[in-house]
């Protein structure tokens, strides 16, 4: 595609609850990075996918975060039980190697009331 | 781990007028240093980078500066216009690969 596309765009959910957000890198994209951007702050690595595997999943919180890519191409971003303290913008970037410039989507809302 | 420190937080100018974003690195090992806008409701997009070979770069209206021995690096801005409000995040990153550490972000307001 022409860019980086997440979904939803925006998910509102309740504590306690499972929360799977999409992302959808640019075409031929092998690397691929899930980023956290908190109210205010700026975006915190969570992990990184270079083809299918993790290369390294250094930035997940705890093991309620899980990221996959089966295919090397979408991947998805799996928390459980989530916590308000999950609440943020959830953004994720693809290049086409770990040192090319870095495109970031948009990014997928999560509020966790 | 790295830490990146940016100032101000807020930066408010005319049109016209200059604006400077400073950052600092914490990691010496740090050697890539990209600079990314973000405005709302999007994710953040690159306008300029350096490597940490480089002292100075400049693209049209803007310029990145960095001093190594110092571990800071700068945002300049000349002939700010309307359209560059947005708030600005510096990173860095180890190997020149795309695990960075962001600054906090400054929101820059150009008013017209």
């Known amino acids: 595609g022409a860019g980086v596309s997440q979904t939803p765009s925006n998910k509102v959910t309740e504590k306690g609850k499972y929360v799977e957000l999409r992302c959808d890198p640019i075409?031929?994209?092998?690397?691929l990075y899930w980023y956290r951007q908190s109210l205010g702050q700026g975006p915190e690595f969570l992990i990184y996918?270079?083809?299918?595997?993790?290369?390294?999943d250094s930035g997940l919180p705890n093991d309620r975060f899980f990221a996959v890519r089966p295919e090397g191409s979408v991947s998805t971003l799996k928390i459980q039980r989530t916590e308000r303290g999950d609440s943020a913008v959830y953004l994720c970037?693809?290049?086409?190697?770990?040192?090319?410039?870095?495109?970031f989507g948009a990014g997928s809302r999560l509020t966790v009331l | 781990g790295e830490n990146v420190e940016q100032h101000p937080s807020t930066l408010s100018v005319q049109e016209g007028d200059s604006a400077v974003i400073k950052c600092t690195y914490s990691?010496?090992?740090?050697?890539?240093f990209p600079w990314y806008k973000q405005e709302l409701g999007k994710g953040p997009q690159l306008i300029i980078d350096?490597?940490?070979?480089?002292g100075e770069k400049k693209d049209q209206r803007i310029a990145v500066t960095l001093n190594k021995t110092a571990k800071h690096f700068s945002l300049h801005i000349t002939e700010t216009q309307p359209e560059d409000s947005a708030v600005y995040f510096c990173?860095?990153?180890?190997?020149?690969?795309?695990?960075?550490?962001f600054g906090s972000g400054t929101k820059l307001n150009v008013k017209p």
């Open positions: 990691d010496s090992a740090s050697n890539y």
């Open positions: 075409s031929g994209h092998t690397a």
């Open positions: 350096i490597r940490s070979n480089v």
């Open positions: 990173a860095a990153s180890i190997g020149g690969f795309n695990k960075f550490y």
């Open positions: 996918f270079q083809g299918t595997g993790a290369a390294d």
């Open positions: 970037a693809s290049s086409s190697d770990r040192r090319d410039v870095l495109t």
